[in-house]
């Protein structure tokens, strides 16, 4: 009889260990998902602090910045939140078209900031809450549509799916405001304008010292 427990022992505590981490993963990656937003003040203000930015920074990466946003605001104009697989627009070749977007634009930020140590903040931002907002919606998709987001993301009726009509829906402005895509456009703008008081502020100060 003792032989017989001995190994359910420890079998039982590892799955007890399994299910333990598993939870704690889970409520990690839920709570960078809910927070992402709030997150992205913290980190933003660290961003104005560290940036440098420049003319030719600023120019070259708000013009990249300007890209992703003009990406975010495409699939935001074809996105259906929680009523369908939307296979229209950039989602028939990229599942998560925002996500892109926002890679790209922080892609812009840091180029524009001219700053090493903005340039790891802003990966180490986007690596965790969009890993972590990814991992949640696709949590999401698959409870809700099951089978039809697993085959979305597999290929298998991507053949189907380009001679379907919801896959030549044509992109609608009205569907973008209704996704609040103005409130990414609204912080880009603010993100440009404060960077632009930075590089500002950097050269009156600069100027200042030098005439000291």
Known sequence: MLEDR??????GTSSEVRSRSSGTRYMVIATLARFRVALGFVFGVLVLVLAQPTAASLTIGMAIAAGGEVIRIWAAGHLRKSREVTVSGPYRW??????????V??????????SIPVAVLIAIYLVATLTAAIKSEEAFLRRTFGDQYDLYRSGVKAKRRERSAASRRSFSVEQALANREYRAVAGL???????IWKATYNGL???AAGTR
């Open 94 to 103: 990229v599942a998560h078209p925002l996500y892109v977007g926002s890679s």
């Open 189 to 195: 703008g603010v993100a440009i304008l404060l960077l």
């Open 105 to 114: 634009m922080g892609v812009g930020l840091a180029i524009a900031s001219a």
């Open 205 to 207: 100060f600069s100027r």
């Open 6 to 11: 001995g190994p359910e022992g420890p079998r």
